[in-house]
Nanobody, 126 residues
Framework: QVQLVESGGGLVQAGGSLRLSCAAS????????MGWFRQAPGKEREFVAA????????YYTDSVKGRFTISRDNAKNTLYLQMNTLKPEDTAVYYC???????????????????WGKGTLVTVSS
């Protein structure tokens, strides 16, 4: 089973940047698509970005296009999310998800409990 550990969250001022990482172990990282989700206080978890197995295809929710970049290093079994020009509305716990269904331009997360990391908190102050 896959094991996912996110890191890189923290407190940043609006307009700043952070890079999140998601380290994967337990399975062959290159065999599955990956996604980032976030959950703000009092809101449902929402899709942020996804990337194909090879990294050749990426997808973003409209609110982060042009500001966030998803990438992966298959040699290091690590997924990244570079977040620039952060806004207070980006404040949330960010989760990575492994082995979802990437089709039709959308990433359908794998609901298995082990396919989610525990999350990393990003707080953007105004």
């Amino acid at each position: 089973q896959v094991q996912l550990v996110e890191s890189g969250g923290g407190l940043v001022q609006a307009g700043g940047s952070l890079r999140l990482s998601c380290a994967a172990s337990g399975r062959t990282f290159i065999t599955y698509a990956m996604g980032w989700f976030r959950q703000a206080p009092g809101k449902e978890r929402e899709f942020v970005a996804a990337i194909s197995r090879s990294g050749g295809s990426t997808y973003y929710t409209d609110s982060v296009k042009g500001r966030f970049t998803i990438s992966r290093d298959n040699a290091k079994n690590t997924l990244y999310l570079q977040m620039n020009t952060l806004k207070p509305e980006d404040t949330a716990v960010y989760y990575c998800n492994a082995d979802g269904d990437l089709s039709g331009g959308y990433y359908h997360p794998n609901s298995g409990i082990h396919n989610w990391g525990k999350g990393t908190l990003v707080t953007v102050s105004s």
